[in-house]
């Protein structure tokens, strides 16, 4: 037996009405400030000059969304990595890492070490699964 033939229509097309009603909300309402400074807001909303943003980096290594990823670190309370450095330790000199960490990351000297090889159980089994764990400062 053949199967049936697809007959050839038109795809179904979403009702206007399914698109939120109202303005979006505008790029300053929803930019975390922590990555869109005023003066980047400023310029994408007015245009790049060539058309060209910036790149992703500059933003990585700013200093307070360093200090900001270092408190999700820190708040995990994981394990030391193949550095040995725990979250004490490297909360206790917070600002001095995240300098060396920014200057390395701004001259593109960052390396990243190696992450560190764990068996952990499975819950309910006895048998175990790799878990990677990365050094506290990346």
């Given at each position: ?8 229509s ?27 400074t ?15 943003w ?76 790799p ?7 990346a």
């Open positions: 037996m053949s199967k049936p033939r697809e007959t050839d038109e795809p179904v097309k979403v009702p206007f009405a399914a698109t939120p009603a109202g303005e979006p909300p505008s790029l300053r309402d929803w930019a975390n400030p922590c990555v869109w005023d003066r980047m807001l400023t310029t994408l909303e007015q245009g790049v000059r060539g058309g060209r910036h790149t992703l980096i500059d933003k990585v290594y700013a200093p307070r969304n360093l200090f900001a990823a270092s408190g999700n670190v820190i708040g995990n309370r994981g394990a030391a990595g193949v550095d040995h450095q725990s979250v004490e330790d490297f909360l206790a000199h917070r600002q001095k890492e995240l300098d060396q960490l920014h200057e390395s990351l701004r001259t593109n000297t960052y390396r990243p070490q190696a992450v560190q090889r764990v068996w952990i159980p499975k819950p309910g089994s006895n048998e175990q699964r878990l990677g764990v990365p050094t506290v400062q």
